[in-house]
């Protein structure tokens, strides 16, 4: 197979192409430990059996919350820098759905470089749930996705999904550290091949490989 990855080096700022940026470690703390607390609000919402009166007391104050916060707004695509993957290779979407660090909705996955590839522990609970006790496998595909396009950056060639597969090897269970790791397994043209695979006590429960394609950019 044939490597024509444009070098890291030379992909464009996305500064230059218009988008906002913002580095990772100049989110506002508190923003993050908002995150965090809207993260345990959506688990304990999703499973309360309280009271009525406690229901209504909460709207509330979750009311009062939207009209403090809903104010200025970041733009749609707006990118963060991530510190500990390098040059321009390090940027995602601020609010992506499976690892975006402004995103409440977005499981507490924190993809890493590692030496083959990119890898992460992460636990979900009851909101990420499918089966009884079992991870959606929506939501293992996306992780999967996730992965496998981090995986493709990481290498130095950011590009889109162009083709996903994934096999449902055993149940993902809830509650449980699970661990995902992705890397490039080729290159042809602007394809990039990548694999992934999510484990549980260093099992595989799903597995999944992708085409990423690498757009062209401007610049
Ligand atoms: C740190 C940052 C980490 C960020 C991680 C993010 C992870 C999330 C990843 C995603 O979810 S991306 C969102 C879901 N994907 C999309 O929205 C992509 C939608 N599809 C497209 O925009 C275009 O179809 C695409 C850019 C993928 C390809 O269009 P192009 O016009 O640029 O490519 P073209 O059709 O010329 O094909 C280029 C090569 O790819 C091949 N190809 C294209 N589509 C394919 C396909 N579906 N399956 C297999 N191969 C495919 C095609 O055959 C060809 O191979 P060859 O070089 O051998 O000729």
Known sequence: ?????????????????????VAEDELPAELTALVDRVRTLIDAVAHTEAPAADLAAARRLVEDAVRR????????????????????????TVTNIVEGPTNPAAPPLR??????????EVTL???YQGPPGLVHGGWI?????????????????????ANLTV?????????????????????????VFVSAEIRHNGEVTAEG?????QVALPG
Request: charged share 25%; hydrophobic share 40%; proline share 8%.
């Open 1 to 21: 197979m044939t490597v024509e990855a444009q070098p890291v080096s030379e992909l464009p700022d996305p500064r230059s192409l218009g988008f906002t940026v």
């Open 69 to 92: 916060v809903d104010g200025e707004r970041r733009p749609v695509g707006a990118l963060v820098q991530r510190t500990e993957f390098e040059g321009p290779v390090g940027y995602g």
């Open 111 to 120: 993809l890493e470089q590692a030496e083959q590839g990119v890898r992460a």
């Open 125 to 127: 609970g009851g909101v």
């Open 141 to 161: 595909a996306a992780m999967l996705d996730q992965a496998l396009g981090s995986a493709s950056a990481a290498a130095g060639m950011p590009g889109l999904t």
């Open 167 to 191: 096999d449902y090897r055993r149940p993902t269970p809830l509650d449980v550290p699970l661990e995902i790791s992705a890397r490039v397994t080729g290159t042809e043209r602007r394809k």
């Open 209 to 213: 490989t992708a085409i990423m394609v």
